[in-house]
C-alpha cells in the first residue's frame, strides 16, 4: 500500500513564527502535493511538485512556500504564521502522467495563536 | 473554468436505509472522476475512481457511482447504509494532465441508529 506520512498531526503556533510541515511518501512518486481543507470551502490546492527542485503555485499560494529537495519528501513552509492559515493540511502523491491516483496523507492540525 | 458541486453538504439516513450523494461536474473534456471518504480527523480514503468504460463503478466498503455525462453527475449509492460510514464524503474530477484534484465542498453524511 501507498503510504503518504505527515510528521507533526497536531501543532500549535503563534503568530509570526515560521512553521514547517513535512510529508514523506514510500512508492517513488514523481508528484506531491499540499492541500488546505477549511470547513465548507472543501480542499484547495496550495501547491505541488512534478520533481525534485520543482514547483507549482496552486490556487491559494499566498502567505506558503514549498521544498523539494529530496523526490520522497515534499515540506509546506509557512514564513510567518498568522491566525487565518490555521487549518487542516493535507499531503497527497502520486506516479506521474494524468490518469493515477492521489493518495492523501493523515493531515497536520495547525492552530495559529 | 472546471468545478465540482456537491449541492448537499449535510445529509442524515437511517442505518440500512439506501444513500445517494450528488455530484456535479464543471469540465470540458472527458472527466476523470473520484470519490474519497474522510474519518473525523483523518486524511483521505480513495472509495472509487472512473476514467473510462464501463460508466458504473464499484468501490470499496459497498460503494458505487454511476457517471452520466448527459447530467454532468457522478452520483455515489450504496444500498444499506451502516453507522460506520457516518463521515465526510468527497467528489474529485482530475484537472488536465496535471494531476491536480479539484473537490467539491464536501457532504456531510450522519447515520441514525
Known amino acids: 500500500d501507498v503510504k503518504v506520512t505527515q510528521s507533526s498531526r497536531y501543532l500549535v503556533k503563534r503568530t509570526g513564527e515560521k512553521v514547517f510541515l513535512e510529508c514523506v511518501q514510500d512508492?517513488?512518486?514523481?508528484?506531491m502535493f499540499w492541500y488546505r481543507q477549511d470547513p465548507g470551502l472543501g480542499l484547495r490546492l496550495i501547491y505541488f511538485?512534478?520533481?525534485?527542485?520543482?514547483?507549482e503555485k496552486g490556487d491559494i499560494p499566498e502567505g506558503y512556500s514549498v521544498s523539494r529537495e529530496k523526490k520522497e519528501r515534499f515540506s509546506l513552509i509557512l514564513e510567518s504564521a498568522s491566525t487565518n492559515q490555521t487549518s487542516m493540511y493535507l499531503c497527497?502523491?502520486?506516479?506521474?502522467?494524468?490518469?493515477?491516483?492521489?493518495?492523501f496523507g493523515e493531515g497536520s492540525w495547525l492552530t495559529v495563536v | 473554468a472546471q468545478s465540482v458541486t456537491q449541492p448537499d453538504i449535510h445529509i442524515t439516513v437511517s442505518e440500512g436505509a439506501s444513500l445517494e450523494l450528488r455530484c456535479n461536474y464543471s469540465y470540458g473534456a472527458t472527466p476523470y472522476l473520484f470519490w474519497y471518504v474522510q474519518s473525523p480527523g483523518q486524511g483521505l480514503q480513495l472509495l472509487l475512481k472512473?476514467?473510462?468504460?464501463?460508466?458504473l463503478v464499484q468501490g470499496i466498503k459497498g460503494f458505487e457511482a454511476e457517471f452520466k455525462r448527459s447530467q454532468s453527475s457522478f452520483n455515489l449509492r450504496k444500498p444499506s447504509v451502516h453507522w460506520s460510514d457516518a463521515a465526510e464524503y468527497f467528489c474529485?474530477?482530475?484537472?488536465?494532465?496535471?494531476?491536480?484534484?479539484?473537490f467539491g465542498q464536501g457532504t456531510t453524511l450522519q447515520v441514525k441508529p
Open positions: 497527497a502523491s502520486s506516479s506521474g502522467g494524468s490518469r493515477n491516483t492521489i493518495y
Open positions: 472512473y476514467f473510462s468504460g464501463d460508466t
Open positions: 474529485a474530477v482530475l484537472s488536465g494532465n496535471t494531476g491536480k484534484l479539484i
Open positions: 512508492m517513488d512518486h514523481e508528484n
Open positions: 511538485s512534478y520533481d525534485v527542485k520543482m514547483k
